[in-house]
């Protein structure tokens, strides 16, 4: 499974575009990968999503470079597109990078809000002030081409049951409990073309350590803490389980360690009692 660098082929996963950029018109967002000819076309008036011709994309309009796309979420004036701006590399586990997203940008479809009445238009001004304010808490992770939704020990039995079928996406692959932009990509997910577009955002913390040394031995550490997105909250309100079994503030905590060619996975697990 692992190589001399502790790089894992875990299986034939159908990795993610790292780096995408954003084009904007009145009219349409274009998304535009640096490695296909394809690119998504999103109509801001219908709202359909399409692949186009990447020369297609006007050239002269407003771009920026995004690091993911999380999704859309739709509020009173209409979708939002909610974009990765800004990341960090956490450090590298069995031969994929992890990264911690710092910034995001939440961009409105419609250009004005005059079809809101006046208590919808402050209505919405406050959802907007929310999600941004959700996305500003520290510890959204991604990568590109490792499922950190699953343990090690779950990624290689798919690995393993998949062996013989086609590549599956990250997203398809993932654990959906710890997927927390999974109601956000309902609009993408349906679309079969989009799959490397996206990529699932776990929250919780990650982290990586090389070189760690125990009586003189060498070793990489990792710790990745993933939390379900199915009962979260603040723990002196959201406590117990839901009618779903679901247990409040669940928390799979894994310790990874490299060593002699050889990685070890151990899972823990935490919730908020009744």
Request: charged share 20%; hydrophobic share 40%; proline share 4%.
């Amino acid at each position: 499974v692992c190589g001399e660098k502790g790089a894992c082929k875990m299986d034939k996963v159908l990795s993610a575009h790292e780096e995408l950029l954003l084009v904007s018109t009145d009219e349409k967002f274009y998304l535009v990968p640096p490695d296909t000819q394809d690119a998504l076309e999103i109509d801001r008036l219908n709202f359909e999503l399409v692949l186009v011709d990447r020369n297609t994309v006007p050239t002269s309009a407003q771009n920026q470079t995004v690091c993911a796309l999380v999704g859309i979420i739709h509020l009173l004036a209409g979708p939002y597109l909610i974009v990765g701006v800004e990341k960090n590399l956490v450090g590298n586990i069995a031969g994929h990078n992890v990264y911690n997203i710092v910034q995001f940008d939440v961009i409105p479809f419609t250009k004005s809000t005059i079809h809101l009445s006046e208590s919808q238009a402050r209505d919405n001004q406050q959802y907007v002030a929310m999600v941004q304010r959700v996305l500003a808490t520290p510890g959204f992770y991604i990568s590109y081409t490792y499922d950190l939704s699953l343990s090690f020990q779950r990624g290689y039995q798919l690995s393993q049951a998949k062996q013989n079928s086609p590549p599956l996406s990250l997203y398809e692959r993932a654990d959906h409990r710890f997927v927390w932009n999974a109601y956000l990509l309902r609009d993408l997910v349906v679309v079969p073309s989009l799959k490397r577009f996206y990529v699932p955002l776990i929250h919780g913390f990650v982290e990586v350590k090389k070189d760690c040394s125990i009586n003189g031995k060498y070793f990489t550490f990792a710790l990745i803490s993933r939390r379900s997105c199915q009962r979260a909250g603040v723990r002196y309100f959201v406590r117990g389980v839901d009618n779903d079994g679901h247990a409040a503030n669940y928390v799979e905590t894994e310790q990874l360690l490299w060593y002699k060619n050889t990685w070890g996975s151990y899972i823990q697990v935490n919730r908020t009692p009744m």
